[in-house]
């Protein structure tokens, strides 16, 4: 399934002589945005249904990759180095790979044509030292010198820092004070790691651990990185400093200041014991080759926490975590790079969804052949539904029965509330009887998770504990895991469209807490995917499914929102920087993901007959390749906002065969009406 990446080869090629036959024959450019007429946009939906059709797996379910920045496949380098298991062929394509992706400003952004990132670019220099790249080289030079003249090393985030006190290369006290003995804290303590996102509390548990071990990594090759300081790391003196959200941020950094010399005094007993609470904490969430928290950071630290406590890499735990790191590596020939995690439940999901309404109506593209493929992906995901695993979700509601799926193959401990929406609809709008214990126990699930703003987290319920977010360990802001419109979206459309009245005040409740979070301008924040475009086309879908008139004036808010936003060449476009302060909505290139979601989102507010969705689609139909595919080179959705970007490779294929499909349906339809809450 890997994304190859092409090299372009110039050629030079005799200038052709023009004549006059030649100019009569030249047939004028058509514009992307001119009409398709039917006949093309059949072709498009056949192409598309084939080409998606074809990446699906023997056993029924669909996976592509994932792609983060630099700061994944840098931390697998240095994990290597850690532990002196250097594979030097390997490392030489992760390389390749970050040589690659360098900025033109000369570090590494957190995703395609992003501005300079310090603590990425910090990692990245170090990875490629430590694969031997010459300090020398050009472009090591041009990355040491962005670092210094963005304030050096010493200004790197948490987790950067740590990585670097690791290697010995700043003192632990570059990091924050965060005692293992947080471990022991119950759930009512503000500061327990129960009050955290599940992300945070499977990346902590084993980091406190290390913090307390305080191991120095093997590092057969002495690699360090001094040269990274404008200020050698035993001056500095303010490794904790803003700029602050909050004037909590300034409470905690004294606090911080106390607390440290604190911790010293903490006896022994109590620190042996709260270690043991981490590690106890850990193993039953080991979750064999898929990981702890099945997430990189979770699981990379884990391998380092078994080293640090003695454990030998033949010990059948570390043994298996060690394995399920490797397992996230995507080799792509000269390239390879490190997924932050899996995505097959989810890309199964949304690929579901576009085949069926493709092969949907009286001129569904082959209804058979569909009907045979969607029965092995729905078998496939009912077999990985979660149903006796009551995870860290169950703390906060103990009297609800487990019935969600995760992202991944397999992390019971965390199922995803957004995925068990999507699969949920799915599996529903298949329509075989024997989807219908995997729905009723994924509506009972969905029920149980919301919160009591009405909204729905993708995790957990209530974890909105917003102080915890001001905390010096937590400089990237995020710590939480809160409701949020897109997954409250997608619960709404699931609870909708399963149509069972005992639903209603679930879903009043949902639209309630939408219509809290809809911005001045009219659009959503996307949380999950970049961004207001995404966020409103999820709402608009929710608020379709739930019965909303289409004059309502939340929704001519959105749409007119999104009628302003469509670009000269009739697709949509929006840039991660829009979670930076950047534009909401705009790019400076119209993308095949967003232009999907945008007509999505208009078809499901009743506006089948608008120019701009007939425009929006002709553009889709356009830029789809021979072969029925689509390019997306930008990235299309966030872990964290400011921290974390993705790129789904599913998405160019997904969305917009999902857009076109369901146009080509609405054309025959008489209510002209979206039918589904997807």
Known sequence: MAKRTETATATVTRPRRTTTATRRAATPKVALDAPLDPAELDQAVTRGHTALGRRQVDDGHWVFDLEADATIPAEYVLLEHYLDRIDPDLEQRIGVYLRRIQGTHGGWPLYQDGTFDLSASVKAYFALKAIGDSVHAPHMVRARQAILDHGGAERTNVFTRIQLALFGDVPWDAAPAMPVEIMLLPRRALFSVWNMSYWSRTVIAPLLVLAALRPTAINPRRVHVPELFVTSPGKVR??????????????????????????????????????????????????GLDGLGAIYPAMANTVMMFRALGISDEDPRAKTAWEAVRRLLVSQGRETYCQ?????????????????????????????????????????????????????????????????????????????????????????????PANAEAIARAREWIIGMQSGNGGWGAFDVDNNFD????????????????????????????????????????????????????????????????????????????????????????????????????????????????????????????????????????????????????????????????????????????????????????????????????????????????????
């Open 340 to 432: 932050p995690c899996v995505s097959p439940i989810w890309d199964t999901g949304l690929a579901g969804h576009a085949m069926i309404e493709a092969a949907s109506g009286p001129s569904g593209i082959a209804p058979e052949e569909t009907k045979q493929k969607l029965a092995m992906a729905a078998k496939w995901l009912r077999e990985r539904q979660i149903l006796n695993v009551r995870g860290d979700w169950a703390i906060n509601r103990p009297d609800v029965r487990p019935g969600g799926w995760a992202f991944q193959y397999a992390n019971d401990y965390y199922p995803d509330v957004d995925d068990t929406a999507v699969v949920g609809m799915l599996l529903h709008r298949d329509g075989d």
């Open 467 to 678: 102080v915890l977010n001001h905390i010096p360990f937590a400089d990237h802001g995020a710590l939480l895991d809160p409701p949020t419109a897109d997954v409250t979206a997608r619960c709404i459309s699931f609870l909708a469209q399963l149509r069972q009245v005992e639903d209603h005040a679930a879903i009043e409740r949902g639209i309630a807490y939408l219509r809290r979070e809809q911005e001045k301008d009219g659009s959503w924040f996307g949380r999950w995917g970049t961004n207001y475009i995404y966020g409103t086309w999820s709402v608009l879908c929710a608020l379709n499914a739930a019965g909303m008139p289409h004059d309502d004036p939340m929704i001519i808010r959105a749409t007119d929102w999104l009628r302003r936003h469509q670009r000269a060449d009739g697709g949509w476009g929006e840039g991660c920087d829009s979670y930076e302060g950047g534009m909401h909505g705009d790019y400076k290139q119209s993308l095949p993901s967003q232009t999907a979601w945008a007509v999505l989102g208009l078809l499901a507010a009743g506006q089948r007959d608008d120019p701009a969705v007939a425009r929006g689609i002709a553009w889709l139909g356009r830029m789809q390749g021979k072969k029925g595919e689509w390019k997306e080179e930008p990235y299309n959705a966030v872990g964290f906002p400011r921290v974390f970007y993705l790129r789904y490779h599913g998405y160019r294929q997904f969305f917009p065969l999902l857009a076109l499909s369901r146009y080509r349906n609405m054309q025959i339809s008489n209510s002209g009406r979206v039918g589904y809450g997807f």
């Open 238 to 287: 303010d490794w904790i400093r803003g700029p602050y959200r909050s004037v909590w941020g300034h409470v905690f950094r004294y606090a911080d200041a106390v607390l440290r010399p604190a911790e010293r005094l903490i006896p022994e007993k109590t620190r042996r014991r709260a270690i043991k609470a981490a590690v106890d904490f850990i193993e039953p969430r080991l979750n």
